[in-house]
């Protein structure tokens, strides 16, 4: 059984704040409804999000905006370099994941959440040039490249 929500907020795969959504009344009476992340599709909801409508659609139009600065910076940057230990093989002792690409790119003054940034495999474990994908908004992303090599050995 579902049932029709609007949401309060932004929520990850399902929709933007103002949206109307179809979910299942379980998801929407345990979660959605309890975290105030969306109210019941009822008249008296609908004519309070028509009176927010042009504060919700400057809002979104905020976010794009800045998530076109965010792509420009990340592009511009082009390519980060992460140093790790590695043996024979070029093969990593341990990984590069998608928290040192987001701490890599902190540490230039670009601050992205770890679960946007998409690594290819889940984890980097060779040496090597990989393409990464940053999420940013709605189906905006920017790529980066991220360069790993093999750390010096420390006499």
């Given at each position: 059984?579902?049932?029709?929500?609007?949401?309060?907020?932004?929520?990850l795969?399902?929709g933007?704040?103002?949206?109307?959504?179809?979910?299942?009344?379980?998801y929407?009476?345990?979660?959605?409804?309890?975290?105030?992340?969306?109210?019941?599709?009822?008249?008296?909801y609908?004519?309070?999000?028509?009176q927010?409508?042009?504060?919700?659609?400057?809002?979104?139009?905020?976010?794009?905006?800045?998530?076109?600065?965010?792509k420009?910076?990340?592009?511009?940057?082009?390519?980060?370099?992460?140093?790790?230990?590695?043996?024979?093989?070029?093969?990593?002792?341990?990984?590069?994941?998608?928290?040192?690409?987001?701490?890599?790119?902190?540490?230039?003054?670009?601050?992205?959440?770890?679960?946007?940034?998409?690594?290819?495999?889940?984890?980097?474990?060779?040496?090597?040039?990989?393409?990464?994908?940053?999420?940013?908004?709605?189906?905006?992303t920017?790529?980066?490249?991220?360069?790993?090599?093999k750390?010096?050995?420390?006499?």
């Open positions: 059984m579902s049932i029709k929500v609007i949401l309060n907020q932004d929520v795969n399902l933007e704040e103002g949206d109307v959504c179809k979910v299942a009344d379980g929407a009476r345990n979660y959605l409804f309890p975290q105030n992340m969306a109210v019941p599709y009822t008249k008296q609908i004519v309070l999000f028509e927010r409508k042009e504060q919700i659609e400057k809002r979104k139009a905020e976010k794009h905006a800045a998530a076109k600065s965010l420009e910076k990340i592009e511009a940057l082009g390519t980060i370099e992460i140093k790790m230990p590695a043996g024979d093989g070029d093969k990593l002792f341990g990984s590069v994941n998608n928290s040192m690409i987001a701490d890599q790119l902190a540490a230039n003054g670009i601050e992205v959440e770890r679960k946007k940034i998409e690594l290819g495999t889940s984890a980097i474990k060779l040496i090597g040039t990989y393409p990464v994908k940053v999420k940013l908004y709605n189906n905006e920017a790529e980066i490249k991220v360069v790993v090599s750390e010096e050995a420390k006499a």
